[in-house]
C-alpha cells in the first residue's frame, strides 16, 4: 500500500454529505442529503454489509457485493448513498454507470469508472482487448495500493463485453488488493443475465444484497416523513397502491403533498406520478425489443389484455413473448399477476405517451388483432379512433356498433364521435352512408338537433324504401317542422301518400300514417289552404277518445293548436288540449313531440294555472334527465319565459328568455323564436329591463339568426319601439300583423298587433285609426272568448280613448278581468281605470280601486302607449286613503314603522294597520315592492306633507 502513486494520477474525491446521518437502527430509517430530496428507510442491514466490506478492504482484502431488486426498489438510491457516506480518507470511490446506447463502445464503463485518473486514456498502438484489460486492470490496482477503492457499477446489464472482462480480471485479485465492488446485477429473467461471462463474474460475487420492499412499519414511517401523521386509511391506501417499492411511494406522498390536502385515500389511487412513469419509460427504453414490445402493446390495448393477443400485437412467438413476460415482471414494471398489468398504472400511461405519433401504428394493429380475435366491438371502436385513418370495411361497421351500445349506455356524445369517424371513411351516395348519416342524427337529437336535423335531410334520398324513410321522419321533433328545412314537407307528403289514411290503417302503420300526418300539419300551419283544412279537422273530429299512443297525442295537440290560432271557440281548444296534456305525466321526451302546442294553446286559453304545473313538472323532468345543459332544458326555458311573459312577470320572462336566449343555437327556432316572443312581449308590456332589448338585438344581428317572417318583423318593430322611432316600430307591426292574416291566424292571443298598432297610432295623433285597430281586436276577443284577452283589448281600447267612452271601457276591463286568472292584466286595468277616474267629480273612484285586494304581488306599466308617471301617480294616490297614503310614503323613504308612528304621532299597532291595508290594496309583498311603486308619486301629496 505505501507504494508510490503514478504520475499524472489524480484522485477523485467525493465530497461529503451536506448532513451526514447515521442510521436509526429501530426503524432502518437513513436521511441523504438535502440536496438529493429523498429518503431511505429500511436500508440499514444492506448498507451495514457493505460497509463491513469496505472494512475489510482495509486490511487488504476485496469483496464483489451484488446489488438486486424489482424496478422502483432503490437500487439506485443505495449506490448513491453508499458514494454519499463513503469519505475521502476512507476510500477512493470510482462510479460508472453502463447505458443500452454505449453497451458495444470498447471499455467505455471501464473508462468512465477511470475518468480524470489516467493520463493516457487512449490504449497504446497495437494493444489487444485483452493486454488493454489487463493494462487498466493495473491501472485500478495501482490506485489501491495508495488507499481502499470502491467501484460502483450501475448497472451491469449495459456493461459493455471489453469492460466485464476488466471487472473479472480485477475480480479474480479480490483476495489479495483492497477493492470493493459494488454492481447491480441484471434480474433473472433477463437474457443478459445468461451471457457466459456475466454469469461467471455473478458467481463470484462473495455478498449478495437483494432489496425487499417496505414493511408496514417502514411505509407507516416514511408517510409520517412526508405527510406529518397521516391516518392508518391512508397509509394501507399508500401501501395498496406503492407495493412497499420506495420509488412508487414517495412518488405517491410528494404528490399528495403537492395537489391534494388533505389527502384521501381514494386520492391515492387516483394518482399517477409523473416521477414513476418518467423512470419507468427510462428502465423500459433499457430494456430489449422484445420486452419493449410487450410493453407497448399492454400499454395501447390496457391492462388484464390476454397473453396471446399481446404476442400477436407484438409480433411474438408464444416463446418469446412470454420471456419477454417473464422479463417485465422481474424487472418489476410488471406485477407477479397471471394476466398482464403494469406496477403501477402511471408506468402505463407514461408509456402510451411516448410513444407519441408512433401511436397511431400501433393502435391499428391493436383494432385489428382485437377484432380477429372477436373481442366486443366497444372494445375495438377507442383503437379503430386513436388510429388516424379513415376507417373502412369492418371499421366502419365496428364504429356502428360501438355507437349502439354507447346510446344504449346513455353515452351519446361517445356515440357521436365513433359515428362522426365513420363517415369520414364512407363512400359518398352509399347506403351505408345513409345509414350512418341516420344513426348520426339519433346520436345528436338531444344535444344538437339543428344538426340532427341537417344529417336527416342528407341521409333520406339515400334511404332504400319508403318504409324505412317513413321510419325516420317520424323521428323528427313536430316543432323543427315550424321553420321546415328544405324538401322536408315534400319528403313527409310523399311518405303520408304511401302509407295512406291513417283512419284506415290498423297497428304500427296506423301510428306512423298519424306522426306523419302530424308533423306534415305542422309544416303547413303558415299556408292559408292547409291551415284551413286543419282547423277543419279540429272542429269535425272533437276530442278522441283514445290518446294514450305518442302518434296519437301528437295529431291531437296538432289540432287543438291550429283551432287556437284560428281564434275561434276556446272552450274546444281548452278541452282537447288539456286532454293531450293531461294523458300522461309530463316528460324530457315530450318537448320532441307536438304536447308543447298543446300547452300553447292551454295558455292562449287562460288555463294559466294549469300551464304553470306542466311547465314546472317539465323543468323538473329535464333537469333530471340532462342536467341542465341541453336543447331539451333550454327549450323548456324558452317556453316559461313566454308563460311568465304572458303572465305580465316581465322581469323575470326578460332574464329568463335573454339567457335562454344566448345559450341557444342561432338556428335552433324552437327556442329563439320563443325568446322572441317572450322578449317582445315584455317590450311592448312596458318598462323593460335593459337585458330584454339588448338580447334581442344580439340574436338579431347575428347571421344565422332563423325566424319566421312575421316575427321577424315582430322583432324589428320592437328594437325601433326602443330606439323612440315610432313609426318604424308601426310600420313592422302592421307588416307582421297583414302576415298573420295572411295565414289566417285571427287570435289575438297569439299576437296582439292590433293593439300595439293602435296605441303606436294613438301615440302619433292618429285616434280614428287606433280606434279602427282596437275595435276591430276586441271582435276577435269576444270571438275567442279568454277573458284575459277580452279585458286586455278592452284596456288599451280605453287607453285610447278619452272622456266618458274611455271610463266606460275602462270599467268594462276591470269587470272582464276579475273573472280572469291573468291577475297582471287585472292591475293594469284597475291602474288605468284609477287614472280615468282621477277626479274630483268621479265619486266611483274609492268604490272600483280598493278591489286591488286581489291583484298580485307586482305590477308594470304599458310602454307601448308611453303613459306619464304622473298617471301611475294617480292611480296609486286614488287608491289609498291619507292616512294610508301618508305611511307609504314614509316607508317609502326608508323609515322605519317606529320612526313613522312617532312622526304620525299615532301608536305603532296603528302603522301595522295602515301597511297591511297599503299592502293589500296596491298587491305587493312588503316594503321593497311598495318602494318600487311609491317614488314615482309627486314629493308632496295633496295634504301637504313633503317625503
Not at 433499457?286 to 400499454?299: G, N, V, Y
Request: include cysteine; aromatic fraction near 4%; charge should be negative.
Amino acid at each position: 500500500m505505501a507504494a508510490a502513486r503514478a504520475p499524472g494520477i489524480r484522485l477523485l474525491l467525493i465530497p461529503p454529505p451536506a448532513v451526514p446521518g447515521a442510521p436509526d437502527n429501530r426503524t432502518g430509517r437513513t436521511v441523504l442529503t438535502e440536496q438529493d430530496g429523498t429518503v431511505l428507510f429500511e436500508r440499514t442491514r444492506e448498507l451495514a454489509v457493505i460497509r463491513r466490506c469496505l472494512d475489510g478492504a482495509r486490511d487488504g482484502r476485496g469483496e464483489l457485493v451484488t446489488v438486486s431488486g424489482p424496478f422502483g426498489s432503490g437500487r439506485s438510491a443505495l449506490l448513491g448513498e453508499l458514494a454519499r457516506r463513503t469519505s475521502p480518507s476512507e476510500a477512493l470511490v470510482l462510479r460508472a454507470e453502463g447505458a443500452r446506447s454505449e453497451s458495444d463502445v470498447p471499455f467505455g464503463v471501464a473508462r468512465r469508472a477511470l475518468h480524470g485518473l489516467h493520463p493516457d486514456a487512449a490504449p497504446p498502438a497495437g494493444a489487444t482487448e485483452e493486454s488493454e484489460a489487463l493494462r487498466l486492470r493495473d491501472v485500478l490496482l495501482g490506485l489501491a495500493d495508495a488507499m481502499p477503492v470502491l467501484l460502483l457499477i450501475d448497472d451491469l446489464r449495459w456493461v459493455d463485453a471489453d469492460s466485464l472482462r476488466w471487472l473479472s480480471l480485477i475480480g479474480e485479485k479480490l483476495a489479495d488488493a483492497p477493492v470493493v465492488i459494488v454492481a447491480v446485477a441484471p434480474h433473472s429473467a433477463d437474457s443478459a443475465a445468461h451471457s457466459p461471462l456475466l454469469k461467471e463474474f455473478l458467481a463470484a460475487a462473495t455478498e449478495r444484497v437483494a432489496l425487499r420492499p417496505l414493511s408496514p412499519d417502514g411505509m407507516s414511517a416514511m408517510a409520517g416523513e412526508f405527510l406529518g401523521e397521516p391516518e392508518s386509511a391512508l397509509i394501507r391506501a399508500c401501501a395498496e397502491v406503492s407495493g412497499g417499492r420506495p420509488l412508487f411511494l414517495a412518488a405517491l406522498l410528494q404528490e399528495l403533498r403537492r395537489t391534494r390536502w388533505p389527502p384521501r385515500p381514494d386520492d391515492v389511487r387516483a394518482l399517477r406520478p409523473a416521477a414513476i412513469g418518467t423512470q419507468a419509460v427510462r428502465a423500459l427504453a433499457e430494456l430489449p425489443r422484445a420486452e419493449r414490445e410487450i410493453a407497448t402493446a399492454l400499454a395501447v390495448v390496457g391492462p388484464r389484455t390476454d397473453s396471446g393477443l399481446l404476442f400477436t400485437m407484438a409480433e411474438l412467438t408464444a416463446e418469446d413473448g412470454t420471456a419477454a413476460l417473464g422479463a417485465l415482471k422481474s424487472v418489476g414494471l410488471l406485477d407477479s399477476d397471471p394476466v398482464p398489468r403494469f406496477a403501477h398504472d402511471a408506468i402505463g400511461e407514461a408509456v402510451a405517451h411516448s410513444l407519441d405519433t408512433a401511436a397511431m401504428p400501433w393502435h391499428a394493429r391493436a383494432a385489428q388483432t382485437l377484432h380477429a380475435a372477436g373481442r366486443p366491438p366497444e372494445e375495438v371502436a377507442g383503437h379503430v379512433l386513436a388510429a388516424g385513418d379513415p376507417p373502412g370495411g369492418w371499421q366502419i361497421e365496428v364504429l356502428r356498433e360501438a355507437a349502439r351500445t354507447a346510446l344504449a349506455n346513455k353515452n351519446p356524445d361517445l356515440a357521436w364521435k365513433y359515428l362522426l369517424r365513420a363517415l369520414l371513411g364512407s363512400p359518398q351516395h352509399s347506403g351505408g352512408r345513409a345509414e350512418l348519416l341516420v344513426d348520426l342524427a339519433g346520436a345528436e337529437l338531444a344535444s344538437d338537433p339543428v344538426s340532427s336535423l341537417r344529417r336527416l335531410m342528407q341521409a333520406l334520398p339515400g334511404l332504400a324504401t319508403p318504409a324505412r324513410r317513413a321510419r325516420e321522419l317520424v323521428r323528427i321533433p313536430v316543432l323543427a317542422c315550424e321553420l321546415p328545412p328544405s324538401g322536408l314537407t315534400t319528403q313527409l307528403a310523399d311518405a303520408a301518400a304511401e302509407l295512406g289514411d291513417p283512419a284506415l290503417l290498423e297497428g304500427s302503420a296506423r301510428e306512423t300514417a298519424l306522426a306523419l300526418d302530424a308533423r306534415l300539419r305542422v309544416t303547413h300551419l303558415r299556408h292559408v289552404r292547409w291551415f284551413t283544412e286543419t282547423v277543419r279537422a279540429f272542429r269535425l273530429e272533437g276530442i278522441p277518445r283514445d290518446v294514450r299512443s305518442a302518434p296519437a297525442r301528437d295529431r291531437a295537440a296538432v289540432l287543438s293548436y291550429a283551432g287556437m290560432l284560428a281564434g275561434k271557440d276556446s272552450g274546444a281548444v281548452a278541452a282537447l288540449a288539456r286532454h293531450v296534456v293531461l294523458a300522461e305525466p309530463p316528460a324530457a321526451e315530450d318537448l320532441r313531440t307536438a304536447v308543447p302546442l298543446a300547452v300553447r294553446a292551454m295558455l292562449a286559453a287562460d288555463l294559466f294555472d294549469q300551464v304553470d304545473i306542466w311547465l314546472a313538472s317539465m323543468a323538473m323532468a329535464t333537469l333530471r334527465a340532462n342536467g341542465g345543459g341541453k336543447p331539451d332544458t333550454l327549450f323548456a326555458d324558452a317556453e316559461r319565459a313566454f308563460a311568465l311573459a304572458r303572465r305580465g312577470r316581465h322581469t323575470d320572462a326578460a332574464l329568463m328568455a335573454a339567457r335562454t336566449l344566448e345559450r341557444a343555437d342561432a338556428e335552433f327556432a324552437p327556442v329563439t323564436g320563443r325568446c322572441c316572443e317572450a322578449l317582445a312581449l315584455v317590450i311592448a308590456g312596458g318598462d323593460p329591463p335593459a337585458a330584454a332589448g339588448d338580447a334581442l338585438a344580439r340574436y338579431r344581428a347575428q347571421d344565422n339568426a332563423l325566424l319566421a317572417p312575421w316575427l321577424g318583423h315582430v322583432v324589428d318593430g320592437m328594437l325601433a319601439l326602443l330606439a323612440g322611432d315610432t313609426a318604424v316600430a308601426l310600420d313592422h307591426i302592421l307588416e307582421a300583423g297583414r302576415e298573420h292574416e295572411l295565414m289566417g291566424w285571427t287570435n289575438p292571443a297569439v299576437l296582439p298587433w292590433r293593439s300595439w298598432a293602435a296605441q303606436m297610432q294613438y301615440r302619433l295623433g292618429r285616434q280614428d285609426l287606433a280606434h279602427d285597430l282596437i275595435a276591430r281586436e276586441y271582435e276577435q276577443a269576444v270571438v275567442w272568448g279568454a277573458p284575459s284577452v277580452v279585458g286586455r283589448t278592452l284596456r288599451v281600447w280605453a287607453d285610447v280613448t278619452k272622456g266618458e267612452k274611455g271610463i266606460e271601457l275602462a270599467l268594462r276591463a276591470v269587470d272582464g278581468l276579475d273573472v280572469s286568472t291573468d291577475r297582471m292584466a287585472m292591475v293594469k286595468a284597475h291602474l288605468l281605470l284609477g287614472v280615468q277616474l282621477f277626479a274630483p267629480s268621479h265619486a266611483t273612484t274609492a268604490e272600483h280601486l280598493p278591489r286591488n285586494e286581489q291583484l298580485p304581488q307586482s305590477t308594470e306599466t304599458d310602454r307601448a302607449g308611453d303613459r306619464p308617471d304622473s298617471r301611475r301617480t294617480a292611480a296609486v294616490d286614488a287608491a289609498l286613503t291619507p292616512s294610508e297614503r301618508r305611511v307609504a310614503l314614509l316607508v317609502a323613504a326608508g323609515k322605519s314603522n317606529q320612526n313613522i308612528a312617532t312622526e304620525l304621532r299615532i301608536s305603532l299597532r296603528a302603522v301595522e294597520k295602515h301597511l297591511t291595508k297599503v299592502y293589500r290594496k296596491l298587491g305587493v309583498a312588503g316594503r321593497t315592492q311598495l318602494m318600487e311603486i311609491v317614488p314615482p308619486i309627486g314629493r308632496e301629496n295633496e295634504d301637504g306633507m313633503a317625503v
